[in-house]
Nanobody, 127 residues
Framework: QVQLVESGGGSVQAGGSLRLSCTAS????????AAWFRQAPEKEREGVAA???????SYADSVKGRFTISKDNAKNTLYLQMNSLNPEDTAIYFC?????????????????????WGQGTQVTVSS
């Protein structure tokens, strides 16, 4: 049974930083893709950043240059380093995973393409 558990959320002032972690059990990040999504109140879930099994990454335009996705295969943990946070980044952040490789790049940030999901962690950025 696959389980993804996020941690690292919290409250921060604008301009601050947070690092989210997502530890997997029953799933290996070395053998598949993973991504971070977020959902703000009354908004659709949106893809933030994705990383493939080979380490290639993709980002939403809104976070490029500010967020960095990475993974530690030995620890089976996915990370999202978030810098220069602003109030528009306030949301529940979810990690997600999909087995395999060779997925079309335009599917990297599509929630429909992911099979496994964490429970989410709240990130609140105050101005």
């Amino acid at each position: 049974q696959v389980q993804l558990v996020e941690s690292g959320g919290g409250s921060v002032q604008a301009g601050g930083s947070l690092r989210l972690s997502c530890t997997a059990s029953g799933y290996s990040y070395s053998g598949g893709g993973a991504a971070w999504f977020r959902q703000a109140p009354e908004k659709e879930r949106e893809g933030v950043a994705a990383i493939d099994s080979d380490g290639s990454t993709s980002y939403a335009d809104s976070v490029k240059g500010r967020f960095t996705i990475s993974k530690d295969n030995a620890k089976n943990t996915l990370y999202l380093q978030m810098n220069s946070l602003n109030p528009e980044d306030t949301a529940i952040y979810f990690c997600a995973a999909r087995p395999g490789s060779g997925w079309p790049s335009d599917s990297d940030l599509s929630a429909l393409e992911y099979v496994y999901w964490g429970q989410g962690t709240q990130v609140t950025v105050s101005s």
